[in-house]
């Protein structure tokens, strides 16, 4: 669905077209018409700056970020009913994408058991955001929850079945379970598109597969 802004954006742009106003007229509307996206390019400033500094592997940078956001959102209760108008009538998770971030940088900082708490409040804001719920599947696994862990990593990947991430966090789990018919039929996938699972687990290993949500 697009974003009624944009609809009533462009209708108001044809009328001015039609009726030929002065020249300032039309570069006053464009002006208005880019107005509102600065200002929520503005109101998402600290979420982006999260992200950056994760990418760079600054979880401490990264986490005064989101804590930030967190807390502005908080303040603003109006913040999610304008989302819509600002992602072409999609509604992005920005909270629990924040949360889930956070738990990230719990898992740079060796804290599996806060990023579970993060990776869950992710997910009581949003049910279906996928990342959050294979985050829950990697703390679960690092807190020795094996059988949890492979639950929310079947969740997962039920959710989004081309989730890369969570395929190959179940089938390093089946593998160590030694269930390996099952690991096989879960990575298959993988190998039709000629992709090396052995390879792809072991960096899975090293990384946890996850980077910012």
Same mark, same amino acid.
């Given at each position: ?48 700056? !999260?992200?950056?500094? =994760?990418?760079? /592997?600054?979880? $401490?940078? %990264?986490?005064?970020? #989101?804590? @930030?956001? *967190? ?31 956070? !738990?990230?940088?719990? =898992?740079?900082? /060796?804290?599996? $058991?806060? %990023?579970?708490?993060? #990776?869950? @409040?992710? *997910? ?90």
């Amino acid at each position: 669905m697009v974003a009624p802004a944009l609809i009533a954006a462009l209708f108001l742009l044809l009328v001015l077209l039609l009726v030929r106003p002065a020249g300032w007229v039309l570069i006053l509307f464009l002006f208005l018409l880019f107005l509102p996206g600065r200002w929520w390019h503005w109101k998402t400033r600290r979420f982006r700056r !999260g992200l950056k500094r =994760l990418k760079r /592997g600054d979880a $401490g940078e %990264a986490r005064s970020e #989101f804590e @930030a956001f *967190l807390f502005q959102v908080a303040r603003e209760p109006n913040f999610r009913r304008v989302q819509p108008y600002f992602n072409l009538g999609r509604s992005y998770p920005y909270v629990a994408a924040a949360q889930a971030n956070l !738990g990230v940088c719990d =898992l740079h900082q /060796g804290q599996p $058991g806060d %990023a579970l708490k993060r #990776f869950r @409040a992710a *997910l009581e804001e949003e049910p279906t955001w996928v990342p959050a719920r294979y985050g829950e599947a990697v703390a679960l696994k690092a807190l020795g929850q094996r059988a949890d862990a492979e639950a929310a990593a079947r969740a997962a990947l039920e959710l989004r079945p081309s989730y890369l991430a969570a395929r190959l966090m179940l089938g390093s789990l089946l593998r160590q379970d030694g269930r390996e018919a099952a690991a096989a039929e879960i990575l298959a996938p993988v190998a039709e598109e000629g992709r090396d699972p052995d390879a792809l687990l072991q960096a899975l290993d090293h990384q946890w597969g996850i980077g910012e949500m």
